[in-house]
């Protein structure tokens, strides 16, 4: 933990690999203490109870989805939908990197935390907002090349869905095959889309 960060931030650190690792449930407030060297009376001036540090982590993701996820993946990829595919590049990078056991964090939350309170619920329907609205973005800037009637919102919110049960199958079988196979099926949806589009644009 760099020593130029200030305890809360070290907190949210601390907690967001934690939370990760091992689950918002499994993770202790002396985890947390003993992550980031700090005493109990710091961490309960920055956040009066472990729900707060969570509502914190969540906070800390969707305002960084775009410097420390999109941002990255899009980097030198000009196409919009080149972009989706090279987004979720990213997480099969990361799936490899951590020999299949990598886990979405906010969808592992999402799954762990099924009665969550009202506002770490919607922290958490935040960031999925933020992610599906980045496809979203993808896709209108690939309006013209796509159906004119197609539903930009649900064909985000179906990649996510593909993303999450990939990198969950990948998981669960440890073999990243499940997601390629997810992802490639994925791929063949946007090509009919595309084709569907080349031909509605066709002269009669």
Request: overall charge negative.
């Amino acid at each position: 933990m760099s020593s130029g960060r200030s305890a809360k931030e070290r907190i949210v650190m601390a907690a967001m690999e934690l939370f990760w690792a091992k689950g918002y449930n499994s993770t202790s407030v002396s985890d947390i203490l003993s992550r980031t060297q700090l005493n109990s009376g710091s961490l309960y001036h920055a956040f009066p109870g472990k729900q707060d540090i969570l509502v914190a982590v969540l906070e800390a993701y969707r305002d960084g989805i775009y410097p420390m996820l999109i941002d990255p993946a899009w980097d030198g990829v000009e196409d919009p939908i080149e972009r989706i595919f090279a987004l979720l590049a990213a997480y099969r990078a990361m799936i490899l990197e951590t020999e299949c056991t990598y886990g979405c964090p906010i969808g592992s939350l999402a799954l762990e935390l099924h009665e969550a309170d009202p506002v770490v619920r919607d922290l958490l329907a935040a960031n999925f907002n933020a992610w599906v609205g980045a496809i979203e973005r993808c896709l209108s800037d690939a309006a013209d090349r796509l159906p004119q009637t197609l539903d930009r919102r649900a064909l985000g919110e179906f990649v996510l869905t593909t993303m999450e049960g990939g990198v969950m199958q990948a998981r669960t079988h440890r073999d990243v095959g499940a997601f390629d196979r997810s992802i490639a099926a994925l791929r063949d949806h946007f090509d009919m889309l595309l084709a569907k589009a080349a031909t509605e644009r066709m002269p009669a």
